[in-house]
């Protein structure tokens, strides 16, 4: 029905003088609760159908575009857009580089594991269930857990179908599932919170709610009677959820579009090093089970394998159609899209790949230095690669935890922290669809007092 639906729209649509043009249509059902202590704050249950296109006119300076989108299903309601969307195109500037990718698109629907059937009808009371465990197992691990934030339980089921005028029809099923809980603990005065969360495609391969409380428990006590410190410079050990943030950073400035734009640091470093030779970064579509997996992109093309980096050398950038013919290049698969949006350029399941040390060899092979576990604020410029974070964590000597560390910024430059990574931990952690391990940097500024 999905894909009837998306197709038609696209008749109506060169019927009303369209040249070209596609379709998105995304079915979501949603239910999140959340509680607090023993008592339920909020329950939330959402169903949404969004049809979205993106219609093309033909003209001497190339391809007028317009994208419109309508929840409205019915039949009349799709063929007014269809009209309306190709008058929209008409007004708009034309653009030499717009259109849709000429050939190359999926061939084959691999099982991808996205979604379990088990999952499509679970209750509100077992949310409720999940979400409490969480709750009372952060109470429980210490009486200094004195409050929280709260726990929640929610699960996705999305259906998306694509079309084309080119020819190509397709739709995939996915899901998603997670558990956060954010407990409050107290001593003397002093207050401190954290969080854990877990995230997976299969209800069943979700970590515990009873882990995930505790583990959120224990990184708030590990807060309490924090210090600042001195400034130094000083060698610095990002842990995995806080790892993922730097990948985050880098992965905006191999995006397309930042590096026509002339918007990346990167802009210039195909093929060259931009790291030390402990960095391989992946981008897998096709990952089984990955939280950002799926058959084709937003364009109807294939997704897949491509090495980002390899041991330092920048190989790849992650492209779609549009921002591949500004750079003369081929797209990698990477467009990424809603309903009502023109395609961008996103990582699908992103990582580093881990090394052979755990985090515990790493903090002992320091000798003195820190190891970050919350990052804060958003001081990161693209343009430069100038970084400079809030942060908190557990200050290191002798290659042993001395106390906790807070209201300090930790700064450096992001080429300089990539080149400057000695080593990468065994700790990969997928929290979503980018992940990394723990990163050492040989060295970078700790402002403090």
Same mark, same amino acid.
């Given at each position: 029905m999905s894909l009837e639906l998306a197709t038609r729209a696209l008749e109506r649509a060169v019927a009303a003088g369209a040249h070209s043009g596609d379709a998105v249509l995304v079915e979501d059902e949603s239910t999140e609760v959340r509680v607090r202590d023993n008592a339920i704050d909020h329950v939330t249950q959402a169903r949404e159908r969004c049809l979205g296109l993106r219609l093309f006119v033909a003209t001497e300076g190339g391809l007028r575009q317009a994208i419109t989108s309508t929840s409205d299903l019915a039949g009349d309601a799709v063929d007014r857009l269809a009209q309306d969307t190709v008058a929209l195109a008409r007004a708009t500037a034309a653009d030499p580089n717009a259109g849709l990718p000429d050939s190359g698109f999926a061939l084959d629907f691999p099982e991808l594991e996205l979604f379990d059937p088990a999952d499509a009808d679970i209750d509100v009371d077992r949310h409720v269930g999940d979400a409490r465990a969480a709750e009372a197992a952060a109470r429980a691990v210490d009486p200094r857990i004195v409050n929280s934030e709260g726990s929640s339980s929610d699960s996705q089921l999305t259906r998306v179908a694509y079309a084309n005028t080119a020819g190509f029809a397709g739709d995939y099923q996915r899901a998603g599932h997670s558990l956060v809980s954010s407990p409050i603990a107290a001593e003397n005065g002093e207050m401190q919170t954290d969080?854990?969360?877990? *995230?997976?495609?299969?209800?069943?391969?979700?970590?515990?709610?009873?882990?995930?409380?505790?583990?959120? !428990?224990?990184? !708030?006590?590990?807060q309490l009677g924090g210090k600042r410190i001195a400034t130094c410079e000083v060698p610095v050990i990002f842990d995995p959820p806080t790892a993922r943030g730097i990948l985050g950073n880098l992965a905006a400035c191999v995006s397309g579009y930042a590096v026509y734009r002339q918007s990346s640091f990167l802009a210039e470093k195909l093929g060259e090093r931009i790291a030390s030779d402990a960095v391989t970064i992946i981008d897998d579509g096709r990952l089984p089970g990955g939280l950002g997996s799926k058959p084709f992109d937003g364009e109807g093309l294939p997704t897949g394998r491509k090495t980002v980096v390899e041991n330092g050398i920048l190989r790849s950038f992650l492209l779609d159609h549009y921002s591949a013919r500004k750079l003369g290049l081929a797209s990698t698969g990477n467009a990424s899209r809603s309903a009502g949006s023109a395609p961008g350029v996103a990582p699908t399941n992103l990582w580093i790949e881990p090394g052979a040390q755990s985090l515990d060899e790493l903090v002992q092979t320091m000798g003195r230095g820190l190891l970050v576990t919350k990052l804060f604020g958003h001081g990161f410029n693209p343009v430069t690669g100038d970084f400079s974070r809030g942060a908190a964590g557990v200050w290191i000597e002798n290659g042993e935890a001395v106390h906790p560390v807070e209201e300090i910024t930790v !700064?450096?430059?992001?080429?300089?922290?990539?080149?400057?990574?000695?080593?990468?931990?065994?700790?990969?952690?997928?929290?979503?669809? *980018?992940? !990394?391990?723990?990163?050492?940097?040989?060295?970078?500024? *700790?402002?403090g007092e």
């Amino acid at each position: 029905m999905s894909l009837e639906l998306a197709t038609r729209a696209l008749e109506r649509a060169v019927a009303a003088g369209a040249h070209s043009g596609d379709a998105v249509l995304v079915e979501d059902e949603s239910t999140e609760v959340r509680v607090r202590d023993n008592a339920i704050d909020h329950v939330t249950q959402a169903r949404e159908r969004c049809l979205g296109l993106r219609l093309f006119v033909a003209t001497e300076g190339g391809l007028r575009q317009a994208i419109t989108s309508t929840s409205d299903l019915a039949g009349d309601a799709v063929d007014r857009l269809a009209q309306d969307t190709v008058a929209l195109a008409r007004a708009t500037a034309a653009d030499p580089n717009a259109g849709l990718p000429d050939s190359g698109f999926a061939l084959d629907f691999p099982e991808l594991e996205l979604f379990d059937p088990a999952d499509a009808d679970i209750d509100v009371d077992r949310h409720v269930g999940d979400a409490r465990a969480a709750e009372a197992a952060a109470r429980a691990v210490d009486p200094r857990i004195v409050n929280s934030e709260g726990s929640s339980s929610d699960s996705q089921l999305t259906r998306v179908a694509y079309a084309n005028t080119a020819g190509f029809a397709g739709d995939y099923q996915r899901a998603g599932h997670s558990l956060v809980s954010s407990p409050i603990a107290a001593e003397n005065g002093e207050m401190q919170t954290d969080y854990w969360f877990a *995230v997976a495609r299969r209800r069943s391969e979700l970590e515990s709610p009873e882990s995930v409380g505790r583990r959120a !428990a224990e990184r !708030a006590l590990a807060q309490l009677g924090g210090k600042r410190i001195a400034t130094c410079e000083v060698p610095v050990i990002f842990d995995p959820p806080t790892a993922r943030g730097i990948l985050g950073n880098l992965a905006a400035c191999v995006s397309g579009y930042a590096v026509y734009r002339q918007s990346s640091f990167l802009a210039e470093k195909l093929g060259e090093r931009i790291a030390s030779d402990a960095v391989t970064i992946i981008d897998d579509g096709r990952l089984p089970g990955g939280l950002g997996s799926k058959p084709f992109d937003g364009e109807g093309l294939p997704t897949g394998r491509k090495t980002v980096v390899e041991n330092g050398i920048l190989r790849s950038f992650l492209l779609d159609h549009y921002s591949a013919r500004k750079l003369g290049l081929a797209s990698t698969g990477n467009a990424s899209r809603s309903a009502g949006s023109a395609p961008g350029v996103a990582p699908t399941n992103l990582w580093i790949e881990p090394g052979a040390q755990s985090l515990d060899e790493l903090v002992q092979t320091m000798g003195r230095g820190l190891l970050v576990t919350k990052l804060f604020g958003h001081g990161f410029n693209p343009v430069t690669g100038d970084f400079s974070r809030g942060a908190a964590g557990v200050w290191i000597e002798n290659g042993e935890a001395v106390h906790p560390v807070e209201e300090i910024t930790v !700064a450096g430059n992001l080429a300089d922290m990539l080149a400057d990574i000695d080593a990468v931990g065994n700790d990969l952690l997928w929290m979503g669809s *980018v992940a !990394a391990p723990s990163l050492r940097v040989s060295r970078m500024t *700790v402002a403090g007092e």
